[in-house]
């Protein structure tokens, strides 16, 4: 079975800081998607980025950019120049390439002081 | 706006009562997905549905149901409600092709007292 850990219930980061939320797997999959989803206090759950498993390069979206080390199953996201707006709940996901449901790590959730 | 649509927003009944909470996916996506999120924990997968067929299952109890409809809305239905099924149900849609993402509605938050 997949599943996702998140070892981190909670992190702190300064504004503008740099922070790095921890992801790891655990799959016998050689072909998958993880991801990472932002829940704000609205709840929505609002994907931040993306990354296939195939690819040796790591993604990144702006500020946003993840470490992914398929050997070691890990998935971590570095969010630069933190925002106010960073404040949430984040969550690593993992999903498979037949279509099927996406896992979710417990999540971590990010406070970003001023 | 993800383009998922969820219906109600919020709802409050009673113990041992029946909900139905209605998921429209986006334009074009086969797969609605359900999951659970109670309070301040991850979210847990319920059923998934693909153009009509049930797909895949996870922790669903025997309490709730889904179908999805001829024209792709799904429906999850809760009965015999205990006060643990408080919780955030969340409906996704996908496409039909490898982008792997999962869209989200905005939530139904259900509350038994």
């Known amino acids: 079975a997949q599943t996702v850990t998140q070892s981190q219930p909670e992190m702190s980061v300064q504004e503008a800081e740099t922070v790095t939320l921890s992801c790891t797997y655990d799959?016998?999959?050689?072909?998958?998607?993880l991801f990472w989803y932002k829940q704000p206090p609205s709840r929505q759950m609002i994907l931040v980025i993306r990354?296939?498993?195939?690819?040796?390069q790591n993604a990144t979206e702006n500020r946003f950019s993840v470490n992914f080390q398929k050997a070691a199953k890990s998935f971590s996201l570095k969010i630069s120049d933190s925002q106010l707006g960073d404040a949430a709940m984040y969550f690593c996901a993992y999903r498979t390439y037949n279509n099927n449901d996406m896992r979710f790590g417990a999540g971590t959730r990010l406070t970003v002081k001023p | 706006d993800s383009g998922v649509t969820q219906t109600p927003k919020h709802l409050i009944t009673a113990t041992g009562q029946r909900v139905t909470l209605r998921c429209s996916p986006r334009?074009?996506?086969?797969?609605v997905y359900w999951y659970q999120q109670s309070l301040d924990q991850g979210l847990q997968f319920l059923i998934q549905?693909?153009?009509?067929?049930?797909?895949a299952k996870g922790n669903i109890l025997e309490r709730f149901s889904a179908q999805q409809f001829p024209d792709l809305h799904s429906e999850l239905n809760l009965s015999s409600l205990e006060l643990g099924d408080s919780a955030l149900y969340f409906c996704a849609s996908s496409a039909d092709t490898y982008t792997g993402e999962l869209f989200f509605g905005e939530g139904s938050r259900l509350t038994v007292l």
């Open positions: 990354q296939e498993a195939y690819k040796q």
């Open positions: 334009s074009g996506d086969l797969s």
């Open positions: 799959t016998s999959e050689s072909d998958y998607y």
């Open positions: 549905y693909y153009n009509g067929e049930e797909r």
